[in-house]
């Protein structure tokens, strides 16, 4: 491991860990436990675990353009702040991407925030997951507690 000293003159952000490797070099394994540390810092792991996340009110958890073959797993609680809007609440695109969750993970989408009765019209809900542009990848094994509207796209 790197010292927060070390990865902040590499320019990383707060809220990731990375497995050793040189500052130019792809990362083997990346733990991210912010949604902006997971948007910033994607491309450089072939291997990424959200350590609960919790995602700001309207911002998207961003894992779009992942290098082919990268491995993403769903570690702890993920959960999303509230707001009116339409989302979506993860997105993700890549070639051979594998999407699992971690024993004993969940995430929490804490849909009734938004559910009032009136379906697409109502509140403005976001939809759950666009997987546009996965592909070639699966998802499998993951724990989704009540999402807002639409589960995948």
Same mark, same amino acid.
């Given at each position: 491991?790197?010292?927060?000293?070390?990865?902040?003159?590499?320019?990383?952000?707060?809220?990731?860990?990375?497995?050793?490797?040189?500052?130019?070099?792809?990362?083997?394994?990346?733990?991210?436990?912010?949604?902006?540390?997971?948007?910033?810092?994607?491309?450089?792991?072939?291997?990424?675990?959200?350590?609960?996340?919790?995602?700001?009110?309207?911002?998207?958890?961003?894992? @779009?353009?992942? @290098?082919?073959?990268?491995?993403?797993?769903?570690?702890?609680? @993920?959960?999303?702040?509230?707001?009116?809007?339409?989302?979506?609440?993860?997105?993700?695109?890549?070639?051979?991407?594998?999407? @699992?969750?971690?024993?004993?993970?969940?995430?929490?989408?804490?849909?009734?925030?938004?559910?009032?009765?009136?379906?697409?019209?109502?509140?403005?809900?976001?939809?759950?997951?666009?997987?546009?542009?996965?592909?070639?990848?699966?998802?499998?094994?993951?724990?989704?507690?009540?999402?807002?509207?639409?589960?995948?796209?």
């Amino acid at each position: 491991m790197h010292s927060i000293a070390s990865l902040l003159a590499y320019g990383l952000v707060a809220g990731a860990t990375f497995a050793s490797a040189s500052p130019i070099e792809a990362r083997d394994s990346c733990t991210f436990t912010t949604a902006a540390a997971a948007k910033a810092g994607k491309a450089k792991c072939s291997t990424i675990t959200l350590n609960n996340i919790e995602v700001p009110a309207g911002t998207t958890l961003d894992l @779009t353009g992942l @290098t082919s073959g990268t491995k993403v797993i769903f570690e702890g609680t @993920t959960t999303f702040q509230y707001e009116e809007w339409a989302g979506p609440l993860i997105s993700m695109s890549g070639e051979h991407i594998t999407v @699992t969750g971690a024993s004993g993970h969940l995430i929490n989408c804490d849909g009734a925030r938004w559910w009032d009765g009136k379906g697409t019209s109502g509140k403005k809900k976001p939809k759950f997951f666009y997987a546009h542009g996965l592909d070639s990848s699966s998802i499998t094994g993951l724990n989704i507690k009540n999402t807002p509207l639409m589960a995948f796209s």
